[in-house]
């Protein structure tokens, strides 16, 4: 099985500020990452798909990055609407599995 | 509007046994696979199982493989899983999401909770 490796697991941050996000495959996953935002209580929603093409819809200050095993979400200017936990998925193989999660905090 | 609208859970005795329903409207259910994902109280996402178009294909995490079934009814546009044996461990929320081309999944529906209790 595929591992995916979010860091940081918590991140503080402001709004205004840009925040990264990183994800690790434990092996080549041909670009097939997606990234998802959570708010509690609620289902996750698409961010990204293919490692960086941005959902229709989602904010521009959205972006994905990466290849082969590394991969990244960025955030160029947080808004309060921001503050939630995300999540990547490797969709290359079974089992389609998740990064552990970022839970996003305001500071 | 795509919409994938959740049934089926509740409380059940370790075990028991339990069906999930998720009915699809707002497209073409036939043309696309789906999945299941859960996630336990607090915790992280975990994929479950999925499903090809025709139900011809099905794929399991190996946390639920002989005890969970997937099955569609492309007729209904309603997706299914059938969960036996149920343990403690097996309680979460549960989400049926659309899958687009084996590549990302858009959109979740709202989530069921399921409680292997005593």
């Known amino acids: 099985d595929i591992q995916l490796t979010q860091s940081p697991s918590f991140l503080s941050a402001s709004v205004g500020d840009r925040v990264t996000i990183t994800c690790r495959a434990s092996?080549?996953?041909?670009?097939?990452l997606a990234w998802y935002q959570q708010k509690p209580g609620k289902a996750p929603k698409l961010l990204i798909y293919?490692?960086?093409t941005l959902r229709s819809g989602v904010p521009s200050r959205f972006s994905g990055s990466g290849s082969g095993t590394e991969f990244t979400l960025t955030i160029s200017s947080l808004q309060p609407e921001d503050f939630a936990t995300y999540y990547c998925q490797q969709l290359n193989s079974y089992p389609r599995t998740f990064g552990q999660g970022t839970k996003l905090e305001i500071k | 509007e795509v919409q994938l609208l959740q049934s089926g859970g509740g409380l059940v005795q370790p075990g028991g046994s339990l069906r999930l329903s998720c009915a699809a409207s707002?497209?073409?259910?036939?043309?696309?696979?789906m999945s299941w994902v859960r996630q336990a109280p607090g915790k992280g996402l975990e994929w479950v199982s999925a499903?090809?178009?025709?139900?011809?294909?099905?794929y399991y995490a190996d946390s639920v493989k002989g005890r969970f079934t997937v099955s569609r009814d492309n007729s209904k546009n309603t997706l299914y899983v059938e969960m036996n044996s149920l343990r403690a461990e097996d309680t979460a929320v549960y989400y049926c999401?659309?899958?687009?081309?084996?590549?990302?999944?858009?959109?979740w529906g709202q989530g069921t909770l399921v409680t292997v209790s005593s």
């Open positions: 999401a659309k899958d687009i081309w084996s590549r990302w999944f858009d959109p």
């Open positions: 499903i090809s178009t025709n139900g011809g294909s099905t």
């Open positions: 092996q080549g996953i041909n670009n097939y």
């Open positions: 707002g497209f073409t259910f036939s043309d696309y696979a």
């Open positions: 293919v490692a960086s």
